[in-house]
């Protein structure tokens, strides 16, 4: 899959502005990192993976100047406390966070064990409760700042399966109208997105990341389920998921000041899927 590195608007939004994205080593979260970086940002790829991080600054290419990396592991606070700092000394403060990190597990309930459900909820919610706990000082002094976080279509809709998943985005859906309460005072904004019917590592299973692990649909799934999941608008070649650009472009405009009177609210990115 090949990743557009340059916007077609060629937009500048990001230009001065310093960003965290997490779960940056592969799918949604590398593109994200190349759109942000092509607008202009000053990026640090956050990921538990080094191989995918190297891949990210690979594709950025000649756009890496701007890049800067950091192994980190989002289920574990010490990891994330060191990492979010290190972010913060390298950028020299934060205006944007992009919390895209997450994982996929499927089956049936009755062989969901619950060190499966646990770990789902441990990356998915936990991970980001604890990225953004740790990023909120610097935030209080960036400049329009701003969260992204990575809810799914899952969180209001049935997706067979995927109650563990479903479980989590609903959390971080919730999670994010609260902060975005909280904080609107203070003119930090939160907002989500919610993708469906999108290529990356967690729908084909051939992320680099351990936090982007395929779907692994039971063997005897019964797919007549997924009829009200199917993509309404065409996709080229007939495809059945769109490209991680389509949601790289919704999360640049929400995290730079294209933004500044959104908070509190989501983004559906699904082709139409739920109408």
């Not at 340059?6 to 590398?30: C, D, F, K, M, N």
């Not at 966070?97 to 646990?118: K, Y």
């Not at 700042?145 to 859906?173: E, I, R």
Request: charged fraction near 15%; glycine fraction near 12%; hydrophobic fraction near 45%.
């Amino acid at each position: 899959m090949s990743l557009p590195v340059e916007p077609s608007s060629g937009l500048s939004r990001y230009v001065h502005r310093r960003v965290l994205i997490t779960g940056a080593g592969s799918g949604i979260g590398q593109a994200c990192v190349l759109r942000i970086l092509a607008e202009g940002g000053h990026v640090a790829a956050a990921d538990i993976s080094g191989d995918g991080l190297a891949d990210t600054v690979a594709k950025a290419g000649q756009l890496a100047s701007r890049l800067s990396t950091v192994v980190m592991d989002i289920r574990d606070e010490q990891s994330v406390r060191a990492g979010v700092a290190q972010v913060v000394e390298s950028l020299g403060g934060l205006d944007t966070l992009v919390n895209a990190a997450g994982i996929l597990r499927s089956s049936h309930l009755s062989q969901t064990t619950l060190a499966d459900f646990e770990e789902v909820i441990r990356i998915n919610l936990i991970g980001t409760f604890l990225v953004t706990r740790e990023a909120i000082g610097a935030l209080h002094e960036g400049k329009g700042p701003s969260v992204v976080n990575f809810s799914s279509t899952s969180a209001q809709f049935a997706h067979p399966y995927m109650a563990a998943y479903a479980a989590s985005k609903g959390g971080v859906l919730s999670m994010t109208h609260a902060w975005a309460m909280e904080f609107a005072k203070a003119g930090i904004r939160f907002n989500s997105v919610q993708p469906g019917s999108i290529a990356s590592g967690m729908t084909d299973g051939s992320g680099m990341s351990r936090q982007s692990v395929g779907p692994g649909l039971p063997q005897d799934a019964d797919f007549t389920l997924f009829g009200k999941v199917a993509p309404m608008l065409p996709l080229d070649g007939g495809a059945i998921f769109a490209n991680p650009d389509a949601v790289a472009g919704v999360v640049a405009m929400l995290g730079s000041d294209d933004a500044y009177f959104v908070t509190g609210t989501e983004v559906r990115i699904d082709g139409g899927s739920h109408m």
